[in-house]
């Protein structure tokens, strides 16, 4: 069996129909040229009959011109010799013509295998789909124009392939030229300087800090702000000011309306201590319903923002759990250091929420670009917006490939061009791949169980024509 039906159980059913068309048509012109050949002796019987009519005729009136001269005729046996008959199938077998079998009986692999040699003694293709050869092309584009409407058309034009590379490229050069890392520094011997969309978020953070932060200070306290080691009696080792608030999941944007409100709720605070242990701490703060722990939270976090050592990026904090090795190294010549530390050197540095509100521009860009071309292609095409919803799959991978290229890009920014700096790493562009995998996956699925159930309804009701035909 080739290799294309053994590897795709599919390939072996366009086989077999390919094989089925073939026949069919090579029926189709058998019988045509069967009927062709019995007009055609028709008609040359219909001739003769004429002729022998009128023959009849004058032998007659000789007959009678005979008899009236005295002359006798005798009577002329009738011929018995068999009628004239139309071409047999023996007639075309020894013409050298070869009704195709039907085969009965067989299973489908036997089936399979029988289309497979009669179509390469056609000379098709078996690597490639033998409908597609066999079938006329008016047909084969009819046919993809119907599956188009009623699946929608999810191929990719060139013009597509280039806009998601596009986008992917620009994201990249963004994180390059204007992402760059949080501030100057001096990482393994070698200067590199930060980004100026950064600092000048830092550079107006105390105003904003002034303005909104600490008038909120005093209603702001909570249970989990403790800043040193020594201000939990030593229960949460390796805690300073520069990394409590990386250590307080409560002071994380997201981890916060959990653990932080928890927190708020229980009068305790919870850490991630320098080894990436879970620590619960009891305060003399007394606990708080459900709203007064919501109001409190969303305060601590605007009081932090802006302060020089800001509050985590969303979910970075969790790195104090993975205490696998990291591929990076924090002092030249030095070991690689576990996740957990890298991410308390990384935040140490500026690596905060406000410097991912500027990474957050790369997978900005590639979700911009890709779904504004998305948009206007349908406004191009005058496609309605029933029939771009059909067409969702082919969004959802433009994203996925967008993004996996500006992920690469970040990566190679992180390696090549900042010597292995790990606060290179742009981390809402690797947050961006978890949902636009998710969602791809989530829409490849769905247009799958729909062209399954299509198909699955189209068999039962062959199925239910051919029980009528046969009842």
């Given at each position: 069996m080739s290799l294309s039906v053994a590897s795709d159980p599919l390939a072996a059913v366009s086989t077999v129909a390919a094989y089925q068309d073939v026949t069919l048509?090579?029926?189709?012109?058998?019988?045509?040229?069967?009927?062709?050949?019995?007009?055609?002796?028709?008609?040359?019987?219909?001739r003769i009959h004429d002729s022998v009519s009128s023959l009849e005729g004058e032998?007659?009136?000789?007959?009678?011109?005979?008899?009236?001269?005295?002359?006798?005729?005798?009577?002329v046996p009738q011929d018995t010799a068999p009628a004239s008959r139309a071409p047999s199938d023996d007639a075309y077998q020894q013409s050298g013509r070869v009704l195709p079998v039907a085969p009965v009986g067989l299973d489908f692999s036997d089936l399979t295998a029988l289309a497979e040699a009669r179509l390469a003694l056609l000379g098709v293709d078996l690597s490639r789909d033998p409908l597609l050869q066999v079938l006329p092309e008016g047909q084969v584009k009819a046919s993809f124009q119907k599956y188009d409407a009623q699946f929608g058309d999810v191929s990719w034009t060139?013009?597509?392939?280039?806009?998601?590379?596009?986008?992917g490229v620009v994201a990249t050069i963004l994180d390059i030229v204007l992402v760059r890392i949080p501030a100057d520094r001096k990482f393994l011997g070698e200067k590199y300087r930060g980004s100026p969309l950064t600092e000048w978020l830092n550079d107006?953070?105390?105003?904003?800090?002034?303005?909104?932060?600490?008038?909120?200070?005093?209603?702001?306290?909570?249970?989990?702000?403790?800043?040193t080691t020594r201000a939990t009696n030593d229960a949460v080792r390796g805690m300073?000011?520069?990394?409590?608030?990386?250590?307080?999941?409560?002071?994380?944007?997201?981890?916060?309306?959990?653990?932080?409100?928890?927190?708020?709720?229980?009068?305790?605070?919870?850490?991630?201590?320098?080894?990436?242990?879970?620590v619960r701490v009891a305060t003399d703060m007394a606990p708080v319903d459900l709203s007064s722990a919501l109001l409190k939270q969303v305060a601590h976090l605007i009081s932090d923002v802006f302060t020089?050592?800001?509050?985590?990026?969303?979910?970075?904090?969790?790195?104090?759990?993975?205490?696998?090795?990291?591929?990076?190294?924090?002092?030249?010549?030095?070991?690689?250091v576990p996740w957990k530390d890298v991410a308390r050197d990384m935040y140490r540095h500026g690596y905060d929420f406000r410097h991912s509100l500027t990474m957050g521009i790369v997978p900005a860009a590639v979700e911009l670009?890709?779904?504004?071309?998305?948009?206007?292609?349908?406004?191009?095409?005058?496609?309605?917006?029933?029939?771009?919803?059909?067409?969702?799959?082919?969004?959802?991978?433009m994203l996925l490939l967008g993004h996996t290229v500006a992920t690469s890009g970040t990566l190679a920014k992180t390696g090549l061009v900042f010597g292995m700096n790990p606060a290179a790493l742009n981390y809402p562009q690797l947050l961006a791949m978890v949902p636009a995998t998710i969602a791809w996956l989530k829409e490849a699925i769905a247009r799958e169980q729909r062209i399954g159930s299509a198909l699955e309804a189209e068999w039962l009701a062959l199925i239910a024509e051919g029980a009528q035909g046969s009842g």
């Open positions: 048509t090579e029926l189709r012109n058998v019988f045509d040229r069967v009927d062709f050949d019995l007009r055609d002796a028709l008609e040359r019987e219909d032998i007659g009136s000789v007959r009678d011109q005979l008899a009236a001269l005295g002359i006798a005729v005798l009577d060139e013009t597509d392939w280039a806009v998601v590379l596009a986008a107006h953070s105390a105003d904003l800090h002034e303005r909104f932060g600490k008038p909120l200070e005093r209603f702001a306290k909570v249970p989990y702000d403790a800043p300073f000011p520069k990394v409590h608030r990386l250590m307080s999941p409560g002071h994380d944007p997201i981890l916060g309306f959990v653990v932080g409100v928890g927190d708020l709720m229980d009068g305790s605070g919870t850490y991630f201590d320098e080894f990436g242990k879970v020089p050592a800001g509050i985590p990026a969303p979910l970075f904090s969790l790195l104090h759990l993975v205490k696998s090795e990291s591929p990076f190294a924090l002092v030249k010549d030095g070991p690689i670009i890709i779904r504004g071309y998305w948009q206007l292609d349908a406004l191009a095409k005058e496609k309605s917006a029933d029939q771009r919803k059909l067409e969702i799959a082919k969004l959802r991978s």
